[in-house]
């Protein structure tokens, strides 16, 4: 069975997600506006390091085009507010969650890396999304700034102060994301403070993540298995190690103008061959195929992280 999908500005996907099944990313973010500029980012360097607020999009556009997407018989688990910058960044996104949430029954996520959540109108406007998901990387300010390079008025103490207030109004799920770099935030010493807030704080769960696909830092460098193993064990029973794509999520369709939905895609985030094939339900030889005439039109690039081939939009 083939698809037809709407034509997309602002929305991405559904790709398939460990954490949240089919999720069909929503980008309200110019490329590349942040309060972070991350080493491990693959979006690239943040060339817009800010912490106001704006109205970057028309938030009726984005909702017109999620709820075109909801009813084209796709598979969607969950829509997600992610992309090319941090979402909360966008004033409207309060009102972009109201309004979708009175359209659709599918439930919302938000990823973000929770540096403006010590805000008051930043956690109303999250308030009715059912699942949050925010960064918390390091808990010594020297491991926070040479991983996250936050804007200027983003201070550690800002951001667990964020999350505490969060915990203490937000009803729904926070699932907290921890990304783990060698020789940054990987120590004992650190893990053992991180742990502490981190319980504190009050999390549903916990997210292991390491550094798999091409960072825009080389001195980004993921930890092995083993290590996040440990560090999973380390955290107990609420921690989930998130890296890659699930496998068992596979497209039973095939969607008819997949290499301009895989191009959304390639421009938020890096993709094995393998993903491919799994987020468009193509065979891997028809993957293969697409990707090299892309790679032959200069709309892809090719990056080898570990041996392990990843595609890139080139703009
Ligand atoms: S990883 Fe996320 S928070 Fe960090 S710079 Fe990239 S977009 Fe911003």
Redesign the pocket.
Known sequence: MSIIIPMSRYVFGPVPSRRLGFSLGVDIIPR?Y?????I????GR?TEKTVLRSSFVDPNDVIDEVIGHIHSRQPIDFVTFSG???PTLNKDLGSIIRALKKRMSTPIAVIT?G?LLDRPDVRKDLAEADVLMP?LDAVTEDAFVRI?RPAGSVSLISMIEGLRALRAEYRGQIWLEIMLIKNINDTSQHLEVLKEVVTSIGVDKIHLNTVVRPPCEAAAEGISEERLSEIQDFFGSTAEIICGFRKDHVRSSQEENWEESILAILKRRSLTPDDVARVTGLTRAQADEGLIRLLGEKRVKEHVVDGVLYYVATK
């Open positions: 590349k942040c309060t972070f500029d991350c491990y980012c693959q979006v943040t090319s910058g941090e890396n540096s960064s996250n």
